[in-house]
């Protein structure tokens, strides 16, 4: 089969490698479908993540059919179309019992990472507990949005953050993670939610997401316009969605006494925590890595269409254009892409 294999930093290759096979009995080997390229990929790509070796197939998203189950699978058989989860389950151990699934203590973020992904034509999920049925008649586009970016935006942004009706949102990053965390703050009513970004593109889709102000923090200051547009008292929630320290530090100086900031970035370098000032506002500081215990109620609110995460697809490929994907999506701003579907045929 083909797959796009990681061959150490700044190189990939679509190439031939083995077929995976069933090497524990509550594996399943699904036949991919539709995959996508998530910004880790890049960041896997460009060595930021040591403990992804050379070799590893990429790739943490996906829908796809089940090929193959093993013999303690239960619930999944051959022919049954399913959503891969970015994070993979047991659904016994201490932590998923918890719904922790990100700290399993079989699984966790493994896919694409520690073991071989979905940008392939077949992957192994080591345990069935991370798949999920596809619903009949759904746009299945939409459904590759659930392995990752939706629970992630929705679990780690607006669940942490605590969203209530009413609230002023700020959401610092307009990206994929960033518009799932607008979409799915909106089950809350939030009375307003401010997007900021640098890129004037991404605060246009954000509007057409549901954004009720946007700012362009390249060429206005993000912490005197949010205290503009609020009366000078700050906001509710402040999410950060990019993982720098510029971007951690709008969200810390833009919170009303008793606000949460909830931090979804992945950062490479340290950030000051301003605690000097924050103590006596009683902020509440929340991170995580996204656990996806909750994709049933999302897949719900898809089928409902509640939401539409379909609109974030703004490109598709065919498995052999898939570094032609990346390239897209590596130039994300000059292309005006968002998610890209990858799809087999
Ligand atoms: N916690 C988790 O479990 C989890 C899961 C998936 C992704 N993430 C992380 O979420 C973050 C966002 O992911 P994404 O795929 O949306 O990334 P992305 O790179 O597509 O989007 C980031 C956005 O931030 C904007 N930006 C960059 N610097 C900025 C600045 N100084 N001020 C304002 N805006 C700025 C960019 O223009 C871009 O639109 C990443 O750090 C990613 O690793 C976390
Ligand atoms: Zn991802
Ligand atoms: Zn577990």
């Given at each position: 089969m083909k797959a796009l294999v990681y061959e150490g930093p700044g190189s990939k290759e679509w190439k031939d490698v083995p077929k995976p096979q069933i090497l524990e009995s509550t594996d399943v080997i699904v036949k991919v479908t539709k995959t996508t390229i998530c910004g880790t990929d890049l960041h896997i790509l460009k060595g930021d993540v040591p403990e992804t070796k050379p070799g590893t197939i990429l790739g943490h998203e996906g829908i796809g059919i089940v090929e193959e189950a093993g013999p303690a699978v239960k619930n999944f058989k051959a022919g049954d179309e399913v959503i891969i989860s970015c994070v993979t389950s047991c659904g016994r151990c201490e932590y998923c019992k918890e719904g922790m699934y990100s700290h399993c203590e079989d699984g966790g973020w493994i896919l694409g990472h520690l073991i071989d992904g979905t940008q392939a034509e077949?992957?192994?999920?080591?345990?069935?507990?991370?798949?999920?049925?596809?619903?009949?008649?759904?746009?299945?586009?939409?459904?590759?949005?659930?392995?990752?970016?939706?629970?992630?935006?929705?679990?780690?942004?607006?669940?942490?953050?605590?969203?209530?009706?009413?609230?002023?949102?700020?959401?610092?990053?307009?990206?994929?993670?960033?518009?799932?965390?607008?979409?799915?703050?909106?089950?809350?009513?939030?009375?307003?939610?401010?997007?900021?970004?640098?890129?004037?593109?991404?605060?246009?889709?954000?509007?057409?997401?549901?954004?009720?102000?946007?700012?362009?923090?390249?060429?206005?200051?993000?912490?005197?316009?949010?205290?503009?547009?609020?009366?000078?008292?700050?906001?509710?929630?402040?999410?950060?969605?990019?993982?720098?320290?510029?971007?951690?530090?709008?969200?810390?100086?833009?919170?009303?006494?008793?606000?949460?900031?909830?931090?979804?970035?992945?950062?490479?370098?340290p950030v000051e925590l301003q605690a000097q000032k924050l103590w006596i506002q009683n902020i509440k500081i929340t991170m995580g890595l996204v656990n996806t215990n909750t994709t049933p109620l999302l897949l719900k609110t898809v089928v409902s269409d509640k939401i539409q995460p379909e609109k974030l697809i703004t490109h598709h490929f065919t498995f052999d254009e898939i570094i032609d994907a990346y390239d897209v999506f590596g130039n994300a701003a000059k292309e005006k892409a968002l998610k890209v579907i990858i799809s087999r045929d």
């Amino acid at each position: 089969m083909k797959a796009l294999v990681y061959e150490g930093p700044g190189s990939k290759e679509w190439k031939d490698v083995p077929k995976p096979q069933i090497l524990e009995s509550t594996d399943v080997i699904v036949k991919v479908t539709k995959t996508t390229i998530c910004g880790t990929d890049l960041h896997i790509l460009k060595g930021d993540v040591p403990e992804t070796k050379p070799g590893t197939i990429l790739g943490h998203e996906g829908i796809g059919i089940v090929e193959e189950a093993g013999p303690a699978v239960k619930n999944f058989k051959a022919g049954d179309e399913v959503i891969i989860s970015c994070v993979t389950s047991c659904g016994r151990c201490e932590y998923c019992k918890e719904g922790m699934y990100s700290h399993c203590e079989d699984g966790g973020w493994i896919l694409g990472h520690l073991i071989d992904g979905t940008q392939a034509e077949y992957v192994r999920i080591p345990l069935w507990n991370s798949l999920y049925h596809v619903p009949k008649g759904v746009d299945t586009d939409a459904l590759v949005m659930l392995s990752d970016i939706l629970p992630t935006g929705f679990e780690i942004g607006v669940k942490s953050g605590g969203v209530k009706p009413g609230d002023v949102v700020a959401i610092v990053g307009a990206g994929p993670i960033g518009i799932s965390a607008l979409l799915t703050s909106q089950f809350y009513s939030p009375a307003e939610i401010i997007m900021i970004d640098m890129d004037e593109n991404r605060l246009k889709e954000a509007k057409t997401f549901g954004a009720t102000h946007v700012i362009n923090s390249r060429t206005e200051d993000p912490v005197k316009r949010i205290f503009e547009l609020t009366e000078n008292k700050g906001v509710d929630v402040a999410m950060e969605a990019v993982g720098i320290p510029a971007t951690f530090d709008i969200c810390q100086s833009i919170l009303k006494p008793g606000g949460s900031l909830a931090n979804i970035g992945v950062h490479g370098s340290p950030v000051e925590l301003q605690a000097q000032k924050l103590w006596i506002q009683n902020i509440k500081i929340t991170m995580g890595l996204v656990n996806t215990n909750t994709t049933p109620l999302l897949l719900k609110t898809v089928v409902s269409d509640k939401i539409q995460p379909e609109k974030l697809i703004t490109h598709h490929f065919t498995f052999d254009e898939i570094i032609d994907a990346y390239d897209v999506f590596g130039n994300a701003a000059k292309e005006k892409a968002l998610k890209v579907i990858i799809s087999r045929d």
